[in-house]
């Protein structure tokens, strides 16, 4: 009997759905009502008020508008930045595994090792 009732679900994906749309239907109104109010209070402003309103929401939008762009472009810059640093460290990286090789080879070949002051001058 308990392992019944363990293995049926508590909710169903219906009641789910059902308490979504509901809950959305509850926030679909709350907006509307809201939204009217907001309506009624700014036909009430008088028109020199709204241009002052109208001018100074474009006035941030033409800011945010500017940062974006700055940012992206530094988000660009950087990006190639990092691709050239990848690059140059990919080159950088087979020019010391071929030193290394080399270096290798040759202490093996002439049997002493390549010496310090040699090493620390280059």
Do not use: F
């Not at 009997?1 to 959305?24: H, I």
């Not at 679909?28 to 008020?49: F, H, I, M, T």
């Not at 050239?84 to 040759?106: D, F, G, H, P």
């Amino acid at each position: 009997m308990l392992g019944a009732a363990l293995r049926k679900p508590a909710v169903t994906w219906s009641e789910v759905v059902q308490c979504v749309w509901r809950a959305l239907g509850h926030g679909l109104e709350w907006a509307d009502r809201a939204l009217s109010r907001a309506g009624e209070q700014l036909a009430r402003l008088p028109g020199d008020v709204l241009i002052c309103v109208a001018a100074y929401c474009a006035l941030v939008a033409l800011v945010a508008l500017v940062g974006w762009s700055r940012a992206s472009g530094r988000r660009r810059r950087t990006v190639v930045s990092l691709l050239n640093a990848e690059r140059e460290l990919a080159e950088l990286q087979s020019r010391y595994e071929t030193e290394v090789k080399w270096r290798t080879a040759a202490q093996k070949v002439l049997g002493n090792p390549t010496p310090e002051k040699e090493i620390s001058e280059r």
